[in-house]
């Protein structure tokens, strides 16, 4: 996994030009950028923009330091490193200096620097994992899926509409209308937190994981009324993302870790709005050209192009 | 309509152990006001006759008559709701529902009624509503826009196809609010609701089309155009008749097709006033009212940015 934190190079292009070596390149968000760091993959290579603050520099350096040798990069688009070599022996991998302003490196020249820092090209397990089955899955095994992530918009309004013990009931119920709905169109409830529920897919059966997601959304005043006998209606947001984890059956879902899941969590709390649906670039490539038209690209979102639908309304 | 011996002798056994001789004779009069049981059952008046025997001929004359349902129908009332001030509780009822419901029968909890489970039977008038009477009923009437250009512009297997996927759909939604289709004609047709809450259920039923319609015309439409269709819906008196041309008479279904062709956009659904206000307030509220037409409610699909 590459993490870069780029204003200047990152415009340029450098972030593609690594997307093409390593898909899992992902942009650091703005903002505390010194914890991202921190809490970043051991593994994980970092590239870091040297930004006109003198102490918010020395923050960055520190944390880079508290890295694994040869795991983080600087870039330096002003100039603003007086020893560039310095920073080698302090545990950097790379340095990218303001001579690069006028053309970016080369792919062969970024790649060079990727394999000194240990990083290798082989992506072609990821391409090669076997897609998700959901008739006969193995546990433990690392798959390829289609993740559809449903989740209920301030749920806390449901509480104050229902009390806690119809909230109970209300969520049972839904998870069985979800579960048999996805069922029916060849998906597994995976795992559910509170009202968030994750569905998984095989990534051929993403036509039906749009499906499943779209009349959520379509059918969501008549399912609040005709399904559930409610005399409200709820907002929901669904996202779907294509990646990888390790299976587990529903129900012992603790122990899976997956960067996929975590990055669709963030999609579906922080970027999606009320009553739409968002997906990543990785999926819009698989959709039919219909279905590929009701998405517009709407920016980057932890190093992805997000593309949604517009909200609907009721 | 052909019910097993097991059943009739269920249900006499149930009648006679819970009710008495006159209870049972009311019964049967309210099936059929014209009952005369001496003259039924041949036996004389002077005779005294007992339970068994009456709770036989009952059940075995409107078995014969076929008004087994309504008699069971009458069972279920008197068990529920008493009969004149007094309760008359019928233990065993629910076996011979159970019966009825193994022949392809549901009951009605909102209207007292059976009819036909349409995954066993789909019969227009579920079973049970009788040619050339007038009954309360909701219509929804369904029309396809454009379908001449439609069928010009595009390859005959696959309009079929499209149509075809979309008539299925449309079975399936209808049956589901135990509507029955009662006419399609290729580009559009009627269908009509009696039992359940009947005018929500036709809304629910055309709201569920029309939202299902946007996903058919993404994923599943073969034809390069998208699908687009108009709906209305209208309830009151009407004709049931297994001839067309007489129920199409009736004045509910004239102004359903009217509120349609009239008052209807494209990917519309409107309602009449009368339906609008037989439905829960968050129904309704789903519903604005036609600025050009005062009584007349649409409901389309809203999509706002990006």
């Known amino acids: 996994m590459i993490l870069v934190s780029s204003s200047v190079f990152g415009k340029m292009g450098l972030i593609d030009i690594l997307k093409t070596l390593d898909k899992d390149t992902r942009v650091l968000t703005e903002g505390d950028v010194v914890k991202q760091i921190s809490s970043a993959h051991e593994q994980a290579l970092v590239f870091v923009e040297w930004v006109k603050d003198e102490t918010l520099n020395q923050k960055l350096l520190r944390a880079l330091m508290k890295r694994p040798a040869k795991t983080w990069a600087i870039l330096d688009p002003y100039g603003l490193q007086q020893d560039p070599a310095s920073l080698f022996h302090l545990g950097a991998f790379d340095y990218l200096g303001p001579e690069f302003k006028k053309q970016l490196p080369e792919k062969a020249r970024l790649k060079k620097a990727l394999g000194w820092a240990g990083w290798e090209p082989e992506v072609k397990p990821r391409i090669q994992m076997a897609d998700f089955d959901p008739v006969k899955p193995l546990i433990g095994k690392d798959y390829r899926f289609c993740f559809l992530l449903v989740d209920f918009y301030k749920p806390e309004n449901l509480r104050n509409q229902l009390g806690d013990r119809g909230v109970a009931l209300f969520r049972n119920r839904y998870k069985n209308f979800l579960e048999k709905l996805c069922q029916d169109n060849g998906g597994v409830l995976w795992i559910q937190q509170e009202f968030t529920f994750l569905v998984a897919f095989s990534p051929k059966s993403i036509e039906m994981a749009v499906f499943v997601g779209l009349k959520l959304l379509l059918s969501r005043s008549l399912h609040c009324i005709e399904v559930f006998d409610l005399r409200f209606f709820v907002d929901l947001r669904v996202s779907m993302h294509i990646g990888t984890a390790p299976w587990q059956p529903p129900g012992r879902t603790g122990q899976v870790v997956s960067d996929s899941i975590n990055s669709l969590f963030h999609l579906g709390m922080k970027r999606t709005p009320a009553n739409a649906f968002s997906i990543t670039e990785d999926c819009r490539d698989l959709l039919p050209p219909k279905v590929k038209n009701l998405f517009q690209n709407v920016g980057e979102y932890e190093g992805r192009q997000i593309l949604q639908t517009p909200v609907f309304l009721l | 309509m052909r019910i097993p011996g097991s059943l009739i002798n269920g249900t006499i056994r149930v009648l006679y152990e819970n009710l008495h001789i006159d209870i ?28 068994q ?19 069971v129908e009458n069972m279920i009332q008197i068990s529920e709701k008493g009969f004149m001030g007094r ?14 419901s193994s022949l ?17 039977n789909a019969s227009k008038n579920w079973g049970r509503l009788l040619e050339d009477n007038d009954y309360y009923l909701a219509l929804l009437r369904l029309d396809i826009v454009h379908n001449t250009k439609i069928v010009r512009q595009n390859v005959k297997e696959k309009v079929d196809q499209a149509y075809g996927y979309f008539y299925e759909m449309i079975e399936r939604k209808v049956h589901h609010r135990w509507g029955r289709i009662w006419s399609w004609e290729g580009d559009g047709g009627m269908a009509a609701f009696f039992y359940g809450h009947r005018q929500t259920y036709a809304v629910y039923c055309a709201l569920d089309i029309l939202q299902s319609l946007f996903l058919f015309n993404l994923l599943r439409n073969p034809l390069d155009t998208d699908l687009q269709i108009r709906m209305a819906v209208h309830a009151g008196m009407q004709k049931y008749s297994t001839d067309q041309v007489k129920w199409k008479k009736s004045d509910t279904a004239v102004r359903v097709v009217e509120l349609e062709s009239k008052y209807c956009a494209p990917n519309e659904l409107v309602i009449s006033q009368g339906v609008n206000s037989t439905l829960e307030k968050t129904l309704s509220n789903l519903f604005e009212e036609k600025q050009k037409a005062s009584g007349i409610f649409a409901y389309k699909i809203k999509l706002e940015g990006p």
């Open chain 2, 24 to 51: 049972m004779m009311k019964l049967a009069k309210m099936v059929d006001e014209d009952f005369d049981f001496y003259k039924v059952s041949g036996f004389r008046e002077s005779i005294p006759v007992n339970s």
């Open chain 2, 53 to 71: 025997d009456c709770a036989s001929v009952i059940v075995k004359e409107m078995v014969r008559q076929n008004k087994f349902l309504n008699l």
């Open chain 2, 87 to 100: 309760s008359y509780p019928i233990k065993n009822l629910y076996e011979i529902i159970k019966g009825l």
């Open chain 2, 104 to 120: 392809g029968f549901i009951y009605d909890q909102v209207n007292q009624l059976f009819f036909e489970d349409a995954q066993i």
